[in-house]
Structure formats: C-alpha cells, structure tokens
C-alpha cells in the first residue's frame, strides 16, 4: 500500500468515524436500530454541496448540512414516537424518502465541487501536501466532536439518555421524558452523519445520490470493529474504540483491495465489508469462548 493510498484509507475512516459515533448513539446508547444514516449521508453531501455551489460559506454549510441531518433523524423518532411505527420500519420510510428528497436538493444526481472554496481552503497554504492535510483536518474534527460527545453523555441530561436506551421503563419510573430523549438522542445520531456527508463532499470534491449506500453497515462495521479491537472501559473509551475501528475498517478495506495476492478488485468493496463485519461479529465469540474454556458452539 502507497504512503497516498494509506492516509486516503486513514482520511476515509476519519469521516466515516463521524458515522460511527451516530451509529453508537442509536445502536449502543438508545437501543434504536436505525437504518436513517443511508439517507441522511447523502443529505449532508447534497445540502453542502448545493449550497456552496451556490456561494455560500463552507462552514455555514457544513453547519446547515448537519442540522438537515437532525432533521432526518426527528422524523424517524416522529415517527416511532407519536405515531407508534416500529423503530426499523420508521428508520426504512425516512430513508427512501430522503433519496427523493436528496434529488430535489441537488436537482441532479450528483454535484461537483472540486473548483469550490471548501472548509479545507484556508489551510492549503500552510504547505502541507494535501494527502496530509485533509486527514489532519478531520481528525481535529472527529476529536473535537468525541470531546463534547464524551462530555455530553456523562452530563445529567446525557445519563438519562442513557438510562432511555438501557431500560426506558425504570427511566419513566424516575421521572425520565424518555420521548424527548428519543428525539434528541436521533438528531444529534444523525446530525452527526450529516456532518459527516458534509465532510465527504467537501474533501472528495463532489456529492451523489448513491453515496449513502451501505452507511449504515459501515457505520456498525466500525463500532463492532473498535469494541474487538478495543475492549470497553468506559464511556469516552467507547467513543475512542468507534474512530479507532473506522479508521481500521477503512484500512482494512484498502489493503483488501490493493493486495495482489488476494486478487480482489474495486466491484468486490461489498464482498469485502460483508466478511469484515462478519469477522469482527465472529471474534468476540471466539474470545468469549476461549475465556470460558468451553468447547462448541458459543452461547
């Protein structure tokens, strides 16, 4: 793997981090399975996309693109909240509609801002070459969210949050609005993705409609990827095991395809992301069953 190829993988990992840490708070923290993120993605690339094309600030963008994202997540929890629908049927409605939505917003299948100013503009000058610098950009990013993130979920209002996903009905029982915590807890998830597809766009050069395909398994691929690889010993240690197994994922993925030997080629990326997220589900049982000592199948 070449040095341009390696932090093309880290920088990859590094946005879809972002992913992951949506997909923590969905998954791991409100006991949510949302499938919204393979909407809410492309809606972040699209909305800052259109809008800097447009003429307006990248970072305004950014930020808007974010709250479309949390607005996606809102009507996912609308819909399991107030109206009573399944959390995953919610999660697929809001996300086959958001591909509609998406085409609206760019008014074409794909937007192309590689002749743009982006959020990454000011710091060219800083002379360092750009396969450097985009990583390092998002990684200060990716840090600065895992800080407040970290700081948020230890929070009083976070705890209870916590408490919602954990047992919504002794979170009642305490006096906990468990609705109101669904619906923050899922903007702030897919707030986060839409940041994320902010991100891409901007560092990719371009958005598509397709772009969100298969978030959602990416997303989960790195946060079961950062828990094998790094085992829980705390909050601020999870959110840190979700980027650490984005970047792995994307890393793995890379020297997948790169590798001769192998002989896989770019059209095999979802043969390759099938058996990654299937090696890491496998591992933990491994594990567990090595520490028990018992012989068969894991129970």
Known sequence: MSEIAFFGAVEIGLVYALVALGVFLSFRVLDFPDLTVDGSFPLGAAVAATLIVAGADPWLSSALAALAGAGAGLVTATLNVRFRILHLLASILTMIALFSVNLRVMGRPNVAIIMQDTVLTPFYGLGLPDHLLRPLF??????AVVALLARFLGSEFGLAMRATGVNPRMARAQGVDTDRHIYVGMALSNGLVG???ALFAQTNGFADVTTGIGTIVVGLAAVIVGETVLPLRGLAWALVACVVGSILYRLAVQLALTA????????????VTAALVAVALILPQLRLRAARGVPGRAK
Request: glycine share 10%; aromatic share 0%; proline share 0%.
């Open 138 to 143: 998002v990684a200060v990013v990716v840090a």
């Open 195 to 197: 940041l994320a597809g």
């Open 260 to 271: 001769d030997v192998i002989g896989l080629q770019a059209s095999d990326l979802n043969l």
